[in-house]
């Protein structure tokens, strides 16, 4: 083999640099370059190189004694070669940078290095692997302590580790590659046999071919969705005949009557106290689904709330029963609880278990009401007329989404959620918020059965961690119409709820039904029906017809009622009111101080305004402490708005049967007619359950307004008062009224008084409230308790 160098001659004689070398095929100053032509006589033969002189080759290692790598290959002998400028690979040199400008050929003289290998010990192995468990990414302190332990570097460590966890990664993606592949050929599989039908169908009826002539896929499918949703309205029409009592045809489709709105209307007899009416009512029949919130449609199935309201109402009727196993009487007749083990052997739980720290509470009672069935049943089923007819009961009501309406032109069949926020008058025991089911069915002529019963939070799509603390179980009244035109009543109250919230001196008093039981709805059931039956009897008679007219009496009875309310959601900070509650060391936890900004709130004054309230226990009869507090002639010994002097009374509306139930306008009793530029509106009422007094400072000018029929709703009014209900320690009858009269008491027993104030302690609303304003309402709170008890201790 020749070689024939070409050799490049500049015309300029002179020393050639390096840069000059680099660039001779291209120089960089403009001159030419001549190709110097040699004769072939004086090219000079090149000695052959043999070529296992050319190269180094390393041995072949036979396979079974090579030494495999794994997390044994020591990186520092790579690092180390590296450092000494060779290239990793087991090859030679780099062949294109071992060339020389002048040589003619390359001949590589200097073998490469051969790598060696280390291999750890199996001490080190175990220790490295059980470390890897426990910490598969070791910071730098963990492999130095891990290094010394182990005698080796701490890069030795550091690449262990790494081959370790690289390991581990690719052992986890075959294994995940494997499962993938596996649940490919089953999906390819399924994927043949669902082709392999829909090219060869099959009749579902005979089995034979099935002919689909020119039908599309598309409507196969619909095919098949149409037989799925008749199966789904089979279903539904046997739920609707529980539902309903009545067969439903399955393609009958629901008539939407008009519905008129109807007021409850007095039919007056002959005594005076005639029986409450419904005017005529149409009722639309919806479809047994619920449309959405704001045009929303929610995801649920309406068959699980049919489902749920039918066994609710098998449960209350069967509770309902008067000879029932499942209820006890107690020793003196008079009170009924419920027997847990015959209750739990008769019914499952229709929302599920108890949940933990809850307690049960179960009560049943029945009386004679002044209103008829179908009345009753409206009221029932109007959020805003129920909240209406139990105010001091219910804070807040409303009807979240209509179900059915009911069948025809009447409430048979209605079912709805509501939503309700139940209270007792007092800051000690926490409101009560429940999301349930309303179900109302007539079972016969004048016989109708209403019955709630909770949802449960993760039925309706509600967050499952929402907080709850009372979960309503089946409970309801049955009503039963009478022939004097009264309605015989049997109301079933059965709830769980969380009693670690509840302060301990009501604990007794929820524990025996009291508080939220069947008495209490019951009782003010029938008083609230006798108060309207008064109030719209023209035979009633009523003090000084010379100054209130009948008009200016409908505006004071509004006037009272917006007392009232606005005194309850100030007791029990409901959601109705938007109060900030705020938290004094100096008070104790048994007074609770709210505060909000009353700002261009028609009947409210400008400002801040302020309320207070505590409960304490007293040792006398509810009975006693009410008559003692509505006396007007002793009122002085409490009431700083007195002076100090005798109250006369100067107008009162009966609003029941006894005279304690009344609205009384009161004035200062002074010789001096013109020294009265304040009066004193009141509302008192007592009945099986407890009894209350609410009263608010008015000048004089606003109520002969309201007397003369003005409008009341503009009337600036802060209501304070009194709560009382019985301490829970005794039991409870039906002789409340000759209790009342005679006066008569129990030894042992007491009576948990609530005191309230609602004060405007400035004018501007948005200034900030001082503590001394604080302090004043607690003295106030304070100084009214030691006058009560130092005057009930003395008499």
Known sequence: MLHLPLSLKFLDKGPRSNMEDQHERFPVDGRVLVEEKVPVEQLVPVKRVPVEERFHFEERVPVEERVPVEENFDPSVMERINEDGYESMSGSGNLDGGLEDEQETLVLEKPAKKL?????????????????????????????????????????????????????????????????????????????????????????????????????????????????????????????????????????????????????????????????????????????????????????????????????????????????????????GGKETLNPVEYMRTFSPCIGLKPSGFVTEASRETGIVMINSLALVETLMDGSRWAQMFPCVIAKASTTDVLSSGIGRTRHGALQLMHAEFQVLSPLVPVRQVKFLRFCKQHGEGLWAVVDVSIDTALDGASINSFVNCRRLPSGCVVQDLSNGYTRVTWIEHSEYDESAVHYLYRSLLSSGLGFGALRWLATLQRQCESIAILLSSTVPCEDHSVLTQAGRRSLLQLTNRMRDNFCAGVCASTVRMWNRLHVASLGEDVKVMTRKSMNIPGEPPGVILSAATSVWMPIMHQQLFSFLRDERQRSKWDILSNGGPMQEMIHIPKGQTSSNCVSLLRLN????NDNTMLILQETWADASGSLIVYAPLDVASMRAVMTGGDSSFVALLPSGFAIVPDGSSGYGDDWSGKLARGSSNKGSGSLLTVAFQILVNSLPMAKLNVESVETVNSLLSCTINKIKSAVSSA
Request: proline share 6%; net charge neutral.
């Open 116 to 332: 060696k290998y280390h291999r750890h010990t199996q001490e080190q192995i175990n220790e490295l692997e059980t470390c890897f468990k426990e910490w598969p990414h070791p910071d730098e302190k963990q492999r130095l302590d891990l290094s010394r332990k182990l005698n080796l570097e701490p890069r030795q460590v550091k690449f262990w580790f790494q081959n370790r966890r690289t390991q581990m990664k690719n052992q986890l993606e075959r294994h995940e590659n494997v499962m993938l592949r596996q649940e490919n050929d089953k999906l390819r599989v399924e994927n043949v046999a669902i082709k392999d039908a829909v090219r060869n169908p099959i009749c579902n009826h005979c089995g034979g071919v099935a002919m689909l002539g020119n039908i599309t896929i598309e409507e196969n499918q619909l095919r098949v969705e149409n037989a799925q949703l008749r199966d789904e309205l089979s279903r539904i029409c046997g739920l609707a005949e529980k539902f309903l009592g009545r067969p439903v045809t399955p393609l009958a489709s629901p008539i939407a009557l008009p519905r008129p709105s109807s007021n409850l209307e007095l039919e007056v007899a002959g005594n005076g106290f005639g029986g409450l009416s419904s005017g005529g009512t149409s009722l639309p029949m919806g479809p047994l689904t619920r449309p959405g919130m704001m045009g929303v449609e929610k995801p649920f199935n309406s068959s699980v709330f049919v489902e749920l309201a039918v066994t609710a109402m098998d449960e209350l009727l069967r509770l309902a029963q008067a000879d029932s196993p499942i209820w006890m009487t107690s020793l003196d």
């Open 670 to 673: 002074t010789r001096n007619q």
